[in-house]
């Protein structure tokens, strides 16, 4: 059964009980928390190197007023009891490193794999920290990196479309005619069309609506930049999804690579820069298919967490509290 902690506010209407009495009563009298010993540096760090697993995630996550904390969980636990391996104030590298390092080498020495995203500071601390273990970063990192460019020339031309129709708009009032905006032939403007074609381009064409797919149709016929770049991306995603051997997939890699240096689209060169600079843990993905989703839904759990308990008054008390849960 999965980890559900249960905020003392919210037995306040079944049990007819004062929530927030029952809060003060048992961080002082019935928890453990006036005894803990990790309270002068629980802000700071918490590590438990007992949890520690052969399969790891690092992530970084914002507790309470965009303040970042970087985690480390492991995968076996599932989101469980044992699930939180580190969780340290910040996301320096030389801070993370010096708290994980507190975990004896001869435990760190056992991770095998470790999934992170594409920051220096999460590699930098991984290799330091985890010398023995593959790095595999996040496929799901690459490929945003990928919508976010097919965003971008979408959002240009929807910038277009805007001025385009506002200068008709003028044009039209100073010669004092009424202004009637050219419509597509699914009843879109230009700009309700780029507007409304978001969604659209982060599925593959297979799973469109008959509505979409007409949109795409116009989309497309209207602006061809977008076709190709929407072409590299869903190029991209077959890439992750189709192949499974990590050699096959460093020829796909690099064919697709070749593409994007001829499409000439200068966001994209962005990505394969980036992709370049980081070939060989993209490609370690191809090893166990190993992904950073574990770690998405604990930070998902935490947040949660802290939204039933309407905010975070007390940082200490609520580590005392994850240490509890997930420690």
Request: proline residues 2%.
């Amino acid at each position: 059964m999965d980890t559900c902690p249960i905020p003392a506010q919210s037995l306040e209407r079944h049990y007819h009980i004062d929530g927030a009495q029952l809060e003060r009563h048992y961080k002082d009298h019935l928890s453990d928390y006036r005894t803990w010993t990790a309270c002068d540096h629980a802000e700071s760090w918490l590590v438990f190197p007992e949890n520690i697993g052969f399969r790891l995630s690092i992530d970084e996550t914002s507790l309470s007023n965009g303040e970042l904390y970087t985690i480390v969980t492991n995968k076996a636990a599932k989101g469980k009891k044992g699930a939180l391996v580190a969780i340290v104030e910040g996301t320096t590298s030389d801070i993370v490193i010096e708290a994980l390092e507190k975990i004896p080498e001869e435990k760190r020495n056992q991770v095998e794999e470790v999934t992170l995203d594409m920051a220096d500071s999460m590699h930098r601390t991984v290799k330091r920290c985890f010398p023995k273990a593959i790095r595999v970063i996040d496929r799901f990192h690459v490929q945003k990196l990928a919508y976010d460019a097919l965003q971008e020339i979408r959002i240009a031309h929807r910038w277009d479309a805007i001025n385009e129709e506002t200068d008709a708009m003028e044009e039209a009032k100073l010669s004092d005619q009424k202004y009637i905006p050219q419509i597509l032939e699914n009843g879109d403007s230009k700009k309700q069309l780029l507007a409304r074609s978001r969604y659209l381009l982060f599925k593959s064409a297979e799973k469109w609506t008959d509505k979409q797919k007409h949109r795409a149709k116009i989309l497309f016929e209207l602006y061809p930049d977008i076709q190709k770049a929407y072409a590299l991306t869903h190029s991209l995603r077959m890439i992750f999804s189709k192949n499974s051997i990590k050699d096959a997939a460093r020829l796909s890699l690099a064919r697709w690579y070749n593409q994007v240096s001829e499409s000439g689209f200068k966001s994209f060169n962005t990505i394969s820069a980036t992709i370049y600079e980081h070939y060989d843990d993209i490609l370690n993905f191809f090893i166990n298919r190993s992904t950073n989703a574990s770690a998405e839904s604990f930070n998902a759990k935490i947040k949660a967490f802290r939204a039933s308990l309407r905010g975070i008054t007390d940082m200490k008390f609520f580590l005392f509290r994850v240490a509890n849960i997930w420690g």
